[in-house]
């Protein structure tokens, strides 16, 4: 089955500064790679996503890179703010009929004012 | 639109006895749920995708007779835990994909489970 690996578990950035976070899957025939931010005792909640037809996508400071060769994806948050910090997970899935997400492991994310 | 909800939000329970999650979509038709468990600072690990009006689907190690999925009507799955032990304790969240947004999964607000 699917595996999900991310990196860091913790990141700590100065405001303003860019943050990144990466994940790899081990499927290949995974498509869809979904990033979830949850703050301490509350829903994820889905922040950007990436099909894999596409090798980027950008949203505002928010963006998702896609390289399928060698099965890893990556987001890129840029500008950081206090409010951006949270936990952020990575995951893939098939998009068969089960549509089911495995996740990585999460990191920990504290911007510095 | 697209919005989930579970029921209770938190819950706690004396080891023994069963505890039932609600989760509802409440503006769209789900024919698959899924149910996920969350230790403390831990990730979402998947334990089984509910589907209206059949069995449910249990992910490796998650035992069906423990953790009872009903998917009776497609906007509610209900998850019971069953003869529910302190280990058993953990945020309990459940997913479902509005048919509109090509499989984006939303979730639901989660479950606070204590077994004393």
């Known amino acids: 089955g699917e595996n999900v690996e991310q990196h860091p578990s913790t990141l700590s950035v100065q405001e303003g500064d860019s943050a990144v976070i990466k994940c790899t899957y081990s499927d290949s025939a995974s498509n869809y790679f979904p990033w979830y931010k949850q703050e301490l005792g509350k829903r994820p909640q889905l922040i950007i996503d990436i099909r894999s037809n596409v090798g980027e996508k950008k949203d505002q400071r928010i963006a998702v890179t896609l390289n399928k060769t060698a099965k890893h994806f990556s987001l890129h948050i840029t500008e950081t703010q206090p409010e951006d910090s949270a936990v952020y997970f990575c995951a893939a899935s098939l998009m068969d009929s089960s549509y089911k997400l495995i996740f990585g492991s999460g990191t920990r994310l504290l911007v510095r004012p | 639109g697209a919005v989930v909800s579970q029921h209770p939000s938190r819950v706690i329970c004396k080891s023994g006895t069963s505890v039932k999650i609600e989760c509802r979509s409440l503006?769209?038709?789900?024919?698959?749920m899924f149910w996920y468990r969350q230790f403390p600072k831990q990730s979402l690990m998947l334990m089984a995708t509910s589907n209206e009006g059949s069995k449910a689907t249990y992910e490796q190690g998650v035992e069906k007779d423990k953790f009872l999925i009903n998917h009776a009507s497609l906007t509610l799955s209900t998850l019971t835990v069953t003869s529910a032990h302190p280990e058993d304790s953990s945020f309990y969240i459940c997913?479902?994909?509005?048919?509109?947004?090509?499989?984006?999964?939303?979730f639901g607000p989660g479950t606070r489970l204590t077994v004393t």
């Open positions: 503006d769209f038709q789900a024919t698959t």
């Open positions: 997913s479902a994909s509005p048919p509109w947004t090509g499989h984006e999964q939303y």
